[in-house]
């Protein structure tokens, strides 16, 4: 039987710390719970997770700096939690790297569901054999994405992408010079019931080009349609 993935809760509130690790639990998940930021990242340094459920204002350390600060070190999927009246951090935590948010209040199933989709994304297949996950490495001139492992090059130069990210570009590099309307990209990076806007895209095209530019400042194979979409130059 496959061992469940281990999820890294951070939020000031106890009792949401205490309802929220029960419901995950209960359906087998392995949870750390953490008040603030300063001890997660500590934690999380020593011994990362497979999924981080962060709050976003918290004492001593606020969610937004714990994910630019894992960030760092590791592309570890993370969920925000927000208050309905933060849709500007929602957007900004997009940008910074988060994989998906959830607004307060929220019903536990909602939870279990939303890490459910996140870590199927990250997740290779049920029933899939190495030999199948080693096919599926993709190559587009410089590019190579390694699904099985999570891991992109470019030029041979590592280039870490979160889950979203990572999927948003396999999508696109998979058909060079077939544009990708947003929808379509939302389709491949998101689970039905997660519902994203036009600048959530645009926001992880943007982080997807600073990032290769990073390692390659003459990176332009991600091309803007716009009105369109996107596409992977051929």
Request: hydrophobic content about 40%; proline content about 3%; some cysteine.
């Amino acid at each position: 039987m496959k061992e469940k993935s281990t999820i890294a809760l951070v939020d000031d509130e106890r009792n949401i710390l205490t309802s929220l690790r029960m419901a995950l639990e209960a359906e087998g998940y392995k949870v750390r719970t953490y008040g603030d930021g300063v001890s997660a990242l500590e934690a999380l340094t020593e011994e990362p997770a497979d999924l981080g459920i962060f709050d976003i204002k918290m004492p001593r350390m606020d969610g937004m700096e714990l994910l630019r600060r894992v960030r760092q070190q590791s592309a570890m999927p993370v969920i925000f939690l927000t208050s309905k009246d933060e849709e500007i951090d929602e957007l900004f935590g997009l940008k910074m790297g988060a994989d998906d948010y959830i607004a307060k209040p929220f019903s536990q199933r909602l939870i279990v569901e939303r890490v459910k989709a996140v870590l199927r994304r990250v997740s290779p297949k049920d029933g899939t054999t190495v030999e199948d996950e080693a096919k599926r490495v993709l190559e587009r001139g410089k590019l190579k994405l390694d699904p099985e492992r999570h891991t992109c090059h470019w030029d041979s130069k590592p280039v870490t992408l979160t889950v979203t990210e990572f999927l948003i570009l396999q999508a696109l590099a998979t058909r060079p010079g077939v544009v990708k309307t947003r929808d379509a990209l939302m389709d491949a990076a998101y689970d039905d019931q997660v519902y994203v806007d036009d600048r959530t895209i645009d926001s992880h095209i943007k982080r997807l080009r600073k990032k290769f530019k990073q390692v390659d400042d003459d990176f332009d194979v991600i091309e803007t349609l716009y009105g369109v979409g996107y596409r992977f130059k051929e």
